[in-house]
């Protein structure tokens, strides 16, 4: 792996366990994606950040009839020999040297709701995340605000909508933009205990996982729209289920992982260029400069 200079591009795909088992794209072969460089890795403030890949979008599958260019990092950037919580500050570092403005994030969840089932793909309206991630890309308290309204893109999360009722399996439900969902957050990756089920559902969620809230926060900070693309592998009463049975539903993931990848590739390509669409990169505002001036 040789380390680069960050390119300039429009979009990023947050590889996650929903692309699991996949070399993501180049085994869903989905035309008109091809990896123009993979095994990159590149130096920011807080050491590597490795697993990147640049592809490249034929002209005759996007929405605009352009070519688009977009980085792909595997799982998170999560390194693959320890667990490391702040592996998404230097993910973000990387798309905002590249002046990222649209990031679709893949990853699977588990549902909080009885009404939510194992195999139902899930777009979050809303994130429930009380401590926020302490791994920040802002530069100090003073510089900008960031709204928690609207973390996740509406315009986005249409396309993403769309795509999916296009592709999911009939017999699973797609929950969109009108569900308003809210998707919870625990750092992990110990899963979900049942009184914690119980706690976050009384709180609000609907579902959970161990990536969504940080990405949708770091994506604010970049002044970028986010959404997610992601199924339920455990289901709400599989929590509450004997201890010898699995949380997670046999053959759930590698069945429906390729479809969750078709479903983000194909979103990239589709994603709107017009920037009246949403206000999701007014929603980082800076401050008044006598905020740090004047000390
Ligand atoms: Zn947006």
Redesign the pocket.
Known sequence: MSEQKVPSVDYALICGSANWGLRFPEDIQEPGISVIQGDMEFQTPWGKTSEWKLLEFDASITVDGKLRRALCVFSHGWPLDEIDHSAQRRVFWVLREAGVK?VVASSTVGSLSRAILERDFVIASDILELTQTQYSLLPGRVRYDCSGK?LV????AAIVERTARRLWPIENRVYGTSAGLVAAHAWGPRLTTPAEVTAYRTMGGDFINHSLAPEATLAREIG???VNCAFVTAAYSSYFSPPQVNVLGEGVQVSLAPIASRIALQSVANFPIDET?????QLRSEQNASHYNNR
């Open positions: 649209k609207q893109c509406p315009a986005c970028a729209c986010f669409q949403c206000v999701c990169s």
